[in-house]
């Protein structure tokens, strides 16, 4: 039985804070993806947690899927996909919509044990909604807490909730995670929901930075230090070893940017070495970099390209809006103003922006740092209401 070393497809877990999206992926994939020490101590995910698992369906027993081939008399690999779990409080939804804009499809983590959409819920969905995200499957967490009727009430509050949306036809599946309860069909509901998109290898290879880092540890002399580390996910098509590397905007100094240019020397997965990379599943790529210049993730939001493809940067941006109807439920959302200040998430990169001019199509905003600019690619849109940045639409880059 061989196991693909490399994910071919990356979901995301989505949700209200402390419903269960990172019990989930341990309960799937046996990896707590809480793994920073701020996160551990406060019991929620701050940063965008990763983990890979491979899908089995047994022989034997028909229609039994898992994530543990041991249960099998003989299993069959299905596929190995990768999770995105991303945090659920609202403080951090930033962190949240630059994950859903790696995602190839979502899982929506809703407890039964709470009323029917809590903020962030109907907010994560909101940011499935605007990265269009299709793919969706829902789970219906914390079902061992509830009796049949509450559950059954609690299935129609999320039947309500989805309508008109992205997740209207998406499957609602009842988990108790805690004793392991439907993973099984779980899992077959992902394989059903949730396919490997058709990729292009030949189009040229891209990768959006999730994190960087420097692996030395201190004291390490200098003949034994390692070049920088960046990881993402590429979406489009392939990476090798040897592989001469753009990217864009790079370090940010003194208010401008510095493109990097440097060399792959190994490609990795979260538990193997391979040679190529490919789309699908988070990859680490490590590079003849300073280290000091991937540390600390100092290179996320950062696209990775062949050398000579890089897309342009730019500060200041047009862009087609679409407003959301309302906000989390809580009131509606007004038109932009001249002079206000925004948060734009594009792909995995976040920026404060202010709007400097208002068309009668466009908007044009000035951005505090460059940004790589891709054609038909989503923004995000953030207005700071009541104190916090509230995700309130979506914008489409306008070619000058």
């Known amino acids: 039985m061989n196991e693909p070393k490399q994910a071919e497809v990356n979901i995301g877990l989505a949700g209200h804070v402390d419903h269960g ?18 996160e551990l101590k406060r019991g929620i995910t701050m940063k ?52 859903a804009n790696i995602m190839d499809g979502a899982i929506l983590i809703i407890a039964a044990n709470e009323e029917c959409p809590q ?15 299709k793919n969706i499957v829902i789970v219906q967490t914390k079902i061992d807490l ?26 609602i599946i009842p988990i108790a995670a805690h ?68 990217i864009v905007p790079g370090i940010r100094e003194d208010g401008k940017t510095r493109k990097l240019e440097t060399e792959i020397t190994s490609l990795s997965t ?40 890089a897309p342009s940067v730019k500060k200041e941006i047009e862009i087609k809006t679409t407003l959301l109807k309302e906000n989390v439920g809580i009131e509606k959302i007004e038109p932009l103003k001249t002079n206000e200040d925004l948060v734009i998430t594009a792909g995995t990169d976040t920026v404060l922006g202010k709007v400097k001019k208002i068309f009668k199509d466009t908007v044009k ?15 995000a849109i953030s207005r700071k209401i009541k104190a916090r940045w509230r995700l309130i639409g979506y914008g489409e880059i306008v070619e000058k």
């Open 21 to 38: 999206k990172t019990s989930i992926v341990k309960g799937l994939s046996g990896k707590w993806t809480d793994t920073h020490s701020e």
């Open 48 to 99: 965008l947690g990763y983990a890979d698992t491979t899908l089995y369906k047994c022989k034997e027993e028909k229609g039994k899927y898992t994530t543990n081939p041991e249960e099998c008399e003989e299993a069959e690999v299905l596929r190995k996909i990768s999770f995105i779990d991303c945090p659920g409080h609202e403080t951090l939804m930033t962190v949240t919509l630059s994950g």
């Open 119 to 133: 903020p962030q819920t109907k907010e994560h969905l909101a940011a499935l909604d605007i990265t269009n995200t």
């Open 146 to 171: 509830v009796d049949k009727k509450q559950a059954k009430k609690h299935k129609e509050q999320i039947k309500k909730m989805i309508k008109g949306t992205v997740a209207e036809n998406a499957p």
């Open 179 to 246: 004793h392991q309860v439907n993973y099984d069909k779980l899992i077959e509901a992902i394989e059903k929901e949730i396919p490997t998109p058709k990729r292009d290898p030949n189009k040229p290879a891209r990768l959006h930075i999730a994190r960087s880092f420097d692996i030395n540890k201190p004291g390490t002399p200098i003949k034994d230090i390692k070049g920088g580390v960046i990881g993402g996910s590429i979406t489009q098509g392939e990476f090798e070893i040897g592989d001469e590397i753009e």
């Open 270 to 309: 979260e538990k193997d070495e391979i040679k190529k990379g490919k789309p699908g599943g988070l990859i680490g790529i490590q590079t003849k970099l300073d280290p000091s210049l991937t540390k600390g993730d100092n290179l996320i939001g950062s696209i990775v390209t062949e050398k000579g493809s």
């Open 365 to 379: 905003i000035e951005l505090r740092k460059e940004i790589p600019v891709e054609k038909d690619k989503r923004i």
